[in-house]
Every structure is written in C-alpha cells, then in structure tokens.
C-alpha cells in the first residue's frame, strides 16, 4: 500500500452566508457529496471556533489527562469507549481517551467536572461547551446536505432528529523510539458523523477505496469530517464509511478531539425506500446502533468483530 501524495478534498465552510437555498450552498453541497461518495471523508475549512477556543479546548484537554489515574477512572463506563479509557491496554498502549456523553445536555457535563474536580471546573464545562455549541452547527450543516444531495427531503427532521452528540477528548502518548507506533488500529466509526480536531501533531490516516493511506495534515481552522457505518447504512450505501488509523512518529504527545452524531437510544436504522431500487438493493437489513455495538465492540482494539455486514447485512 502505497502512495503518500494524494490529498483529501478540502471544503470551505466559512462562506458568509452558508444558507439553504443558495447558490453557495448549492455548491458546497455538490462537494460535500462528491467528497463523502468517494472518500467518506474531508478537511473542513470552518472559522466559527475562535482562536482563543482552539487553543482552550486543547489546553483543558491537557488538563483532564494530566489529573491522576485514580481520578480519571472516576469516569469509567460499562459501554465501550464512552467513559474514560487508559493506557493500559497491550494493543494501544500510548491511547487514552474520555468520552462525555450527552455532551449537548449542560448540566451531564458539569456532572462530570464535579466527579473528577470536587469542587466543579468551570473553565472546563464552559470551554466544552462552547466547542459544542459551534461544531455541532457543522455537523448539522454537513448532515443536511447529505440529506437534501440525496433528495430525500422529506426524511430531513426524522434524521436530524435521531441523533445524541457525544464528545471525546483523546491523547496519544509520544512513542518511546523513533519507530512508528500505532495509536489506534485501523477501523471505521460505528456513528453517523466524525469530525475531528487534532493539535499540531499529525498521525491520522485514511484508507482510500483503492486501498491507499491518505496522512492527514490539518491546520488550526481545519476539521476531518468522516462518515460512520449507521449512515452509510442509512444512505444504502452511497456514502462511504473509511477505514481509519493512527500512527504515532516524533517525541510530542497528540490531542485530538473527536465529535461524534450519534443515534438515539432504540432508534431503529432504515434506509428510506427512496434509495432502495434495483441499482441499489438494500445492503443492511433496519438495526438499533445501541444493539450493534453492544454485539462485537472490543475496547482493546477498538474494532468491531462483527462488523455492520456480519451484524445486518443483506
Ligand atoms: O485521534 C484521531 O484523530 C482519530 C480518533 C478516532 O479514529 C476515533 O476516535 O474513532
Ligand atoms: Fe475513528
């Protein structure tokens, strides 16, 4: 597998007036769908986080992993993935990770300030929150393209609808040589929507459909934007989910956070019939994504045995 010199499409998403109905919008949608048909992935260009934000979310980040052991795993969670994860599993030793769920809910968020400081962090909840705030209207954005470029309107509120969010605040430990670690083996997200947000230390690939490792290297105003397999079930197909890994060179740490869509308890995953025809038969029978991940998901490798096709599909 080979070449290093392909790039992932970048969108801008700064436009002034980035309003259904336009032509700009029109025209960032064709991209949107270009790039998620063919990549399932791409830079977003999107200046509503501030400067002094970009920085703040990193810097509480740092703050929450440098706290002791005994602390973070305050916040352990039966579920995989959704509390705290750490450095101790043999397959991704330099991985830790903190999930937040329901990370739209303000007062979920202060809970768990109060768990790890006593005392509460305000700095942190406010900061996490107003990363919420702003990323979630790119998320929102992206989804609603998808939905309109797929013509399938009508769905608009049932699916924007259907999802929680859900926050993680991941570090990946400097490697003890100059070999190339692994951080996180390749897998695909499980969720509707991933966007990304890194520190200056690069690491994230994607695997192209032809079998290629694109390396990501974004700036302070970009965000990777990847399709998770419940809506590449949802949209039959046509949008793909990309396989993904970290791969961890140098001597800095790297903090990425992670927004993930992610559907609600018991919502049930179809594909509207619209996109269901003879040229497109339906690849994945109606699935709960609670019941999926709870049927093969190994926190250890963060891959899932039975993948969506060995779970659902046709
Ligand atoms: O740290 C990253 O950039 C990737 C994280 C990731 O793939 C995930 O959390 O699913
Ligand atoms: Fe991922």
Same mark, same amino acid.
Request: proline share 6%; glycine share 6%.
């Given at each position: 597998?080979?070449?290093?010199?392909?790039?992932?499409?970048?969108?801008?998403? %700064?436009?002034?007036?980035?309003?259904?109905?336009?032509?700009?919008?029109?025209?960032?949608?064709?991209?949107?769908?270009?790039?998620?048909?063919? #990549?399932?992935?791409? *830079?977003?260009? +999107?200046?509503?986080?501030? =400067?002094?934000?970009?920085? %703040?979310?990193?810097?509480? %980040?740092?703050? +929450?992993?440098?706290?002791?052991?005994?602390?973070?795993?305050?916040?352990?969670?039966?579920?995989?993935?959704?509390?705290?994860?750490?450095?101790?599993?043999?397959?991704?030793?330099?991985?830790?990770?903190?999930?937040?769920?329901?990370?739209n809910?303000?007062?979920?968020?202060?809970?768990?300030?109060?768990?790890?400081?006593?005392?509460?962090? /305000?700095?942190?909840?406010?900061?996490?929150?107003?990363?919420l705030e702003q990323l979630s209207k790119l998320d929102q954005?992206?989804?609603?393209?998808?939905?309109?470029?797929?013509?399938? *309107?009508?769905?608009?509120? *049932?699916?924007?609808?259907? =999802?929680?969010y859900?926050?993680?605040?991941?570090?990946?430990?400097?490697?003890?040589?100059?070999?190339?670690?692994?951080?996180?083996?390749?897998?695909?997200?499980?969720?509707?929507? !991933?966007i990304?947000?890194?520190?200056?230390?690069?690491?994230?690939?994607?695997? !192209?459909?032809?079998?290629?490792?694109?390396?990501?290297?974004? !700036? /302070?105003?970009?965000?990777?934007?990847?399709?998770?397999?419940?809506?590449?079930?949802? !949209?039959?197909?046509?949008?793909?989910?990309?396989?993904?890994?970290?791969?961890?060179?140098?001597?800095?740490?790297? #903090?990425?956070?992670?927004l993930?869509s992610?559907?609600?308890?018991? #919502?049930?995953?179809?594909? /509207?019939?619209?996109?269901?025809? *003879?040229?497109?038969?339906?690849?994945?029978?109606?699935?709960?994504?609670?019941?999926?991940? %709870?049927?093969?998901?190994?926190?250890?490798?963060?891959?899932?045995?039975?993948?969506?096709?060995? #779970?659902?599909?046709?």
């Open positions: 597998m080979g070449s290093k010199n392909i790039k992932l499409p970048k969108i801008n998403f %700064s436009h002034e007036d980035l309003k259904p109905d336009t032509l700009v919008w029109n025209q960032v949608k064709s991209q949107v769908y270009k790039a998620l048909v063919e #990549y399932g992935c791409f *830079e977003a260009f +999107f200046d509503k986080i501030p =400067t002094n934000l970009q920085k %703040s979310i990193f810097e509480v %980040s740092q703050e +929450f992993f440098d706290l002791p052991l005994q602390t973070k795993l305050q916040n352990i969670s039966t579920k995989p993935f959704y509390g705290y994860v750490g450095q101790y599993h043999p397959s991704i030793p330099l991985f830790e990770s903190m999930g937040i769920i329901d990370s809910i303000p007062h979920k968020v202060e809970k768990y300030t109060q768990l790890l400081w006593l005392q509460g962090n /305000p700095s942190f909840s406010k900061t996490i929150q107003s990363y954005t992206i989804r609603r393209m998808i939905v309109e470029s797929l013509g399938v *309107e009508k769905y608009m509120d *049932e699916h924007m609808n259907s =999802t929680n859900r926050l993680r605040l991941m570090k990946y430990k400097e490697p003890q040589s100059d070999e190339t670690k692994i951080g996180l083996h390749a897998h695909t997200d499980k969720n509707i929507v !991933t990304l947000y890194q520190n200056q230390v690069k690491g994230l690939e994607i695997l !192209t459909k032809d079998g290629q490792w694109i390396n990501v290297d974004p !700036t /302070p105003d970009t965000f990777t934007v990847m399709i998770g397999d419940s809506l590449h079930a949802w !949209t039959n197909g046509r949008m793909h989910a990309p396989f993904h890994r970290v791969m961890m060179r140098g001597n800095e740490a790297r #903090y990425s956070i992670g993930f992610i559907p609600k308890a018991r #919502y049930i995953i179809k594909a /509207p019939k619209e996109l269901v025809d *003879e040229d497109h038969p339906l690849l994945f029978k109606p699935f709960d994504y609670h019941k999926f991940l %709870s049927f093969g998901y190994t926190e250890e490798d963060m891959k899932c045995d039975f993948a969506l096709k060995a #779970y659902c599909g046709v």
